[in-house]
């Protein structure tokens, strides 16, 4: 028991601190990519609900394509080829090479992948709606934008909600992944932390007590604010 403690102290020799700060970027990362993916879903999916046939075509191979691919695929794939490409497109208009920063490449790639997800679960959530809320909107002469800022996305709230927490949760947890990268999150900075002391279930178990408490306060914060869209609706088991 002395020994945990002393491997989980805050303080060198001890692994706390780093653990936490490792926790930190997971944090940074997830909610950075959650937030990309967010704006990439809202578009996609009014994409793919108003938009001609080339751009719900080309919508349709996006989703399909990261749907279908493993997710540590494609973190290599966009990683190092997003990459080149970038410094391609930076040459070839007469630019310098950049480094790209970890941080910012791990939002990227999470964010990208959490984009086809969203597209989806957003979608499904309009195409919730009833159709009489929006042509009761229309009927008192609101604009498009009015009708659905006003109307449309309130009333999908409740039905993406369920739906954009576990996608949440999985970002969280995608950034695991981000470890073969090296990128410094909670997976790499445990796995760092065995290699030097071969404390394994110490820290393992100290990762994942971390892992289990950013899903409950997850829960509860996304419980909270369902319970708040969802004022005056019948309450579901």
Partial sequence: MEHALEILSYNPPGWGGALLRGLASTLQIALGAYLLGLIIGFAGAFGKIYGGPILRGSLKVYT??????????LILLLFYAGGDLLNYILESMGFARVEINAVAAGIYVIGFVQGAYSI????????????GQIEAAKAIGMSWWKCHTRV?????LPFALPGLANLWLIATKETALLAVIGLSELALVTKQATGTTKSFFTLYMAAGALYLCVTLA???IFGFIERHYRRGQPVQG
């Fill in 120 to 131: 989806e679960v957003l979608r499904g959530a309009f195409l919730a709606v009833p159709a």
């Fill in 64 to 73: 399909t394509i990261i749907r279908a691919i493993p997710e540590l695929v």
């Fill in 218 to 220: 997850s829960n509860v």
């Fill in 152 to 156: 449309v996305i309130p009333a999908m």
